[in-house]
């Protein structure tokens, strides 16, 4: 089924989660719902804070092929950065245009591309060393002239101090020039982007607290590090065009889409959590999603006052091992996970004041911390709109397919 998008009213915060409960009554959970006026409000908040730059998809943070699709119908959106090369050539089906945001070392992978007109065309490779360029050629000798972007670590170094994602190697401009060198020397390579994805600003909330650092030395951090990055990016773009011309600079991610456009070498940005508006995107000064997508857990237990138990739950997020990678409980206010159990394989026990009033076969919306994780439980989407569900959508699971 389609995601009927242009039949998208405004969205509301009243009400939102009584209008996703009314509207599910009939479908036995867990499941998961996306709200159509939800997430049309966030791709349209997204555009706007782009200021005109192309926006490019994410594909993790969505996981789901006709959300992409429907997406990529959208003005302001043009592209998709996929995870892996598999995910890239299923993809590179319907979508001309697809940046690999990872290096690959995947040989059948590999192989499959090279035999693939149309995904020759449609695929660009991210390496961060010569070394890639290697192995590359070592799974598949004397291949076609593949598309190669490479990547400028973007983290801010202060000292001993580190604030950004361990990725590419590549910090100098200096460095990118010759990395970019080695792949136009290279027979059956060519350079045609550069790619830096500055999560210290794209993934840290800049308003509250989060860890042990305060909110205001997060945001004294990313201004260092955006006047920091301003330079040597300029620098390693000017470094990479001495070689050729650059048919993309990629930057950014749904936190820092404002700081990103405004930056002049930028030609497009990365961003996927923004569409659905996990709950870790909750604490920016700059923006609020909108709660696009939940998951709806069904009350079955009943163990005693003040507290009831729900089937299933523990879609616990990737990253560090703090407590802001727990699902959040979304609706009926009132209610809090027990710390002692947390959010669990098979069942859940939510306690709170609201907890008396929930009977058996009623349900629980949880929000998940990051965006598409939640797409690899379930294998459907139930798009609702208004006061009904309007559509039912496979995500990656449901097409018998798994990111990773």
Same mark, same amino acid.
């Given at each position: 089924?389609?995601l ?21 009554s +009939?479908?036995d ?23 005109g *730059? ?8 969505? /996981?789901?092929r ?13 592209g ?33 591309l090279? #035999? ?7 695929? *660009?490779?991210?390496v ?31 000292g001993?101090?580190? @604030? ?6 590549? =910090?100098?401009?200096? +460095? ?12 059956? %390579? ?11 600003? +794209? ?5 509250q ?5 305060p ?8 201004r ?16 990479? =065009? ?5 048919? @993309?600079?990629? &930057? ?5 889409? $404002?700081t990103?456009a405004?930056?002049?070498? !930028?030609? $497009?940005? &990365?961003?996927?959590?923004?569409? @659905?508006?996990?709950?870790? %995107?909750d604490?920016?000064?700059s @923006? ?6 939940? %998951?709806?857990?069904?009350?079955? /237990?009943r163990?005693?006052?003040g507290?009831?138990?729900?089937l299933?739950?523990?879609? !616990? ?12 409980? #979304?609706?009926p206010? &009132?209610? /809090? ?7 669990g ?5 939510v306690?709170?004041?609201?907890a ?5 076969g ?13 797409c690899? /439980?379930?294998?459907?989407?139930h ?10 959508l ?5 097409e018998?397919? *798994?990111?990773?």
């Amino acid at each position: 089924m389609s995601l009927p998008l242009a039949d998208a009213g405004p969205w509301s915060a009243d009400g939102h989660w009584e209008r996703l409960d009314a509207a599910t009554s +009939a479908i036995d959970g867990p499941f998961a719902a996306l709200s159509l006026e939800a997430l049309a409000h966030n791709l349209r908040d997204m555009v706007t804070r782009a200021a005109g *730059t192309p926006l490019r998809l994410a594909t993790k943070s969505v /996981r789901s092929r006709p959300v992409i699709e429907a997406v990529l119908q959208q003005p302001g959106w043009r592209g998709v950065l996929a995870a892996t090369l598999p995910e890239a050539l299923w993809l590179s089906a319907t979508v001309d245009d697809v940046l690999l945001g990872y290096p690959t070392v995947d040989r059948g992978a590999l192989r499959a591309l090279v #035999a693939d007109e149309r995904a020759l065309a449609r695929v *660009t490779l991210m390496v961060d060393s010569v070394e890639h360029l290697d192995a590359i050629d070592a799974a598949v000798a004397r291949h076609p002239e593949l598309r190669v972007a490479v990547e400028l670590d973007s983290a801010l170094e202060v000292g001993p101090m580190r @604030f950004g994602v361990r990725r590419s190697p590549q =910090r100098a401009p200096a +460095a990118i020039g010759a990395l970019a060198r080695a792949v136009a020397a290279r027979p059956g %390579f060519r350079l045609v982007g550069l790619m830096s994805y500055e999560a210290q600003h +794209a993934g840290v909330p800049d308003a509250q607290s989060r860890g042990a650092s305060p909110a205001f030395l997060v945001r004294a951090m990313q201004r260092m590090s955006a006047a920091e990055l301003l330079d040597r990016r300029a620098a390693a773009v000017a470094a990479a =065009r001495e070689v050729g011309d650059l048919e @993309f600079v990629n &930057g950014g991610g749904t936190g820092s889409i $404002e700081t990103t456009a405004a930056d002049p070498v !930028i030609t $497009e940005i &990365g961003a996927g959590s923004g569409v @659905f508006g996990p709950h870790l %995107f909750d604490g920016y000064r700059s @923006f609020s999603p909108a709660p696009a997508l939940a %998951f709806a857990l069904p009350v079955v /237990r009943r163990p005693g006052p003040g507290v009831v138990t729900l089937l299933g739950g523990g879609w !616990i997020a990737s990253g560090p091992r703090t407590i802001d990678r727990d699902p959040v409980i #979304a609706w009926p206010s &009132g209610l /809090r996970l027990a710390s002692e159990e947390g959010a669990g394989e098979v069942q859940t026990p939510v306690l709170g004041r609201r907890a008396d009033a929930l009977r058996l076969g009623d349900r629980v919306w949880m929000r998940h911390a990051k965006a598409g994780e939640p797409c690899e /439980r379930t294998d459907t989407l139930h798009v609702v709109a208004g006061d009904q569900v309007v559509s039912t959508l496979a995500t990656y699971r449901g097409e018998g397919r *798994t990111l990773l």
